[in-house]
């Protein structure tokens, strides 16, 4: 079993920036590709960002591509989402997840496989404010 633990949320002005960070239990986190999701009130959860074990591949939405960089440090067990220009349509819970396929099938899965991801955080909130 792998937890994942999100921290860096909270209420920024538009424009802002934020670093979320994901915490893994387990040093075999790095066996699995890792990305982040985000779910807005009312809303479908959606795809954010996507890197590879190595940290060698990212994938991101169009949503967000240009203002975010996702990383992780392997050693460490974390992963990062560093977020810039913040909009108020950003504002969501941010979910951290791990899964044993590859970061590319974590970019195009359908949002109704999402239940089949390995493990999930349990979410932080990012708002922001215009």
């Known amino acids: 079993q792998v937890q994942l633990v999100e921290s860096g949320g909270g209420s920024v002005q538009a424009g802002g920036s934020l670093r979320l960070s994901c915490a893994a239990s387990r040093r075999t986190v790095s066996t699995y590709a890792m990305g982040w999701f985000r779910q807005a009130p009312g809303k479908e959860r959606e795809f954010v960002a996507a890197i590879s074990r190595a940290g060698t591949m990212t994938y991101y939405a169009d949503s967000v591509k240009g203002r975010s960089i996702i990383s992780r440090d392997n050693s460490g067990n974390t992963m990062y989402l560093q977020m810039t220009s913040l909009k108020p349509e950003d504002t969501a819970v941010y979910y951290c997840?791990?899964?044993?396929?590859?970061?590319?099938?974590?970019?195009?899965?359908?949002?109704?496989?999402?239940?089949?991801?390995?493990?999930w955080g349990k979410g932080t909130l990012v708002t922001v404010s215009s």
């Open positions: 997840a791990a899964d044993a396929g590859t970061a590319q099938q974590m970019s195009t899965m359908p949002g109704q496989s999402y239940s089949g991801i390995d493990y």
